[in-house]
Nanobody, 126 residues
Framework: VQLVESGGGPVQPGGSLRLSCAAS????????VGWFRQAPGKEREGISC????????FYRTSVKGRFTISIDSAKNTLDLQLKDLNDDDTAVYYC????????????????????WGQGTQVTVSS
């Protein structure tokens, strides 16, 4: 299984970005998958989880209403739309995949996810 993120970069406060994660050897439709981020000097934190099988999505409180997770089944990509970005959103963003059908409670910690991408940097700065 290989996950590859794209779409990161610099963005001004209040701006938007769309991150995408492509998979090989894995179908996002079949399992619970999510996005994490890690800022310098901080622990990796779960942002969102989606299960197409269960029809559920979950978001970290700090991003709810600003970020949207989705799966493009035709392309087999996991996407994250980021809007109204602020300095606290600066981090390396990772897509992560489980081998379970259901999202872990409260998105879950990194240990709940089996496969990881290499990360893509998002820098919010004026």
């Amino acid at each position: 299984v290989q996950l590859v993120e794209s779409g990161g970069g610099p963005v001004q406060p209040g701006g938007s970005l769309r991150l995408s994660c492509a998979a090989s050897g894995y179908r996002f439709d079949d399992y619970a998958v999510g996005w994490f981020r890690q800022a310098p000097g901080k622990e990796r934190e779960g942002i969102s989880c989606i299960s197409r099988r269960e029809g559920t999505t979950f978001y970290r409180t700090s991003v709810k209403g600003r970020f949207t997770i989705s799966i493009d089944s035709a392309k087999n990509t996991l996407d994250l739309q980021l809007k109204d970005l602020n300095d606290d959103d600066t981090a390396v963003y990772y897509c992560a995949a489980t081998e379970r059908r259901t999202c872990p409670p409260f998105i879950g910690g990194p240990q709940k996810y089996t496969y990881w991408g290499q990360g893509t940097q998002v820098t919010v700065s004026s």
